[in-house]
């Protein structure tokens, strides 16, 4: 008797046949691992149950039961109109106001977003009169709420891009007191760039900031950018913030640093969703890597765990990124429907996430 097999992928989009008891242990096996890691509880029996179900369905694309559905942000998708990188991106020839309106009316997103290709905040720094103009543009020819999205991208403080020496040149030579500074300056100056910035992104009336992969450079650019958003949103107290993560695990690169007395390295979803509560943050991102040599079961049940354990603690909505790459969904450059709607439905019904 041949037995039953059902079509799932990898960690790196690659489709694969399993059975139905490989599917069962690779959720066992991805929760067990996020809750070793984070230290909080794996999920629990019937939750595996209804995780095994949504890998077995038979539809090529899952959903929510109506009356569950979640609100949608995103970071960058409207530039996927117009871009073409050779891999993704549909490559149209359309400007980034008729793209922010296709994503409105055509695809009702809930809440749409500018921004630069560059999309780091140092480089925008020298262009915020033209940003300005467009944002005020953009926001007299749309209706749903409008983000500015950029990310702090530290590495770009550092040489040759920057004026500082870069600690990961300077750690492996021993120079461990010069590669600490060298982060708490880039840091600084970060911070700087980003509070002028969106301070004058808010003059224009901005809905919200998105601070996108966020921590990538580690807890200096964790710190940068909580300190960053405390004093914009006490100068612009309606100004909606979105913090998105770069990872599940805060990089300890400079290992010192702490922000209202919590240590920032090696923070998980759930403390670091605190640590955002507390600098003024209004909507908070949690990130979970993919893993690309496991199956798109156990980096689902992986993830999951994590937000669960981050939305119940959490006093603002969870957003959790559901992407190329991160939220259980493969590294490639145009993420399956199939994985990314089991994701989807998995990130709302088990792990209780306010949007995606």
């Known amino acids: 008797m041949r037995m039953t ?7 790196d989009g690659h489709l694969i046949d399993v ?18 890691r984070g230290r909080i509880p794996p999920l629990p029996q019937e939750e595996q149950d209804y995780l095994v179900d949504l890998f077995i ?3 090529r694309a899952v959903s ?22 050779g891999s993704s991106g549909l490559g149209i020839s359309i400007g980034q106001l008729e793209a922010l309106q296709v994503a409105e009316r055509a695809f009702a997103q809930d ?63 021993g120079r461990v007191k010069e590669a600490l500074e060298a982060q708490e300056l880039a840091a600084a100056h970060a911070k700087r760039d980003m509070v002028f910035f969106s301070s004058r992104l808010a ?32 100068a612009f107290p309606t100004l909606g913030i979105e913090l998105g993560m770069a990872s599940e695990f805060v990089l300890g690169l400079h290992g010192g640093l702490t922000y209202k007395g919590t240590r920032l390295a090696g ?17 908070f991102g949690p990130v979970v890597n993919t893993n690309t040599g496991r199956s798109t079961p156990w980096n689902v049940s992986r993830a999951v765990t994590y937000v669960k354990a981050c939305s119940a603690v959490a006093a603002i909505p969870i957003h959790a990124n559901v992407g190329m790459g991160v939220g259980g969904v493969p590294m490639c450059d145009t993420p399956p429907v199939d994985a990314v709607s089991r994701a989807s439905v998995a990130m709302v019904e088990i792990g209780k996430a306010d949007g995606l």
Request: glycine share 8%; proline share 6%.
């Open 203 to 234: 003059e224009v009336g901005i809905d919200a900031m998105n601070f996108d992969t966020s921590a990538a450079a580690g807890d200096a650019e964790f710190l940068a950018i909580l300190e960053a958003v405390e004093e914009i949103t006490a």
């Open 5 to 11: 097999t059902y079509r799932t992928r990898m960690g």
């Open 19 to 36: 059975t139905s008891d490989d599917i069962r242990r690779d959720i066992l096996a991805g929760s067990e691992d996020a809750a070793d």
């Open 111 to 173: 809440i749409i977003e500018m921004g630069q290709s560059d999309y780091s905040f140092k480089p925008l720094k020298v262009m915020f009169a033209m940003e300005q103009v467009h944002a005020e543009e953009m926001l007299l020819s749309t209706i749903a709420p409008l983000m500015y999205g950029a990310m702090t991208n530290l590495g770009q403080y550092y040489k040759p891009d920057g004026p500082f020496d870069n600690p990961v040149d300077l750690l492996p030579v």
């Open 64 to 85: 929510v039961p109506p009356g569950h559905e979640v609100v949608l942000s995103q970071d960058g998708g409207d530039t996927k109109f117009y871009i073409d990188s």
């Open 57 to 59: 369905n038979p539809a």
């Open 267 to 283: 923070l998980y979803p759930h403390d670091q969703v605190k640590v955002a509560e507390q600098a003024g943050v209004t909507v």
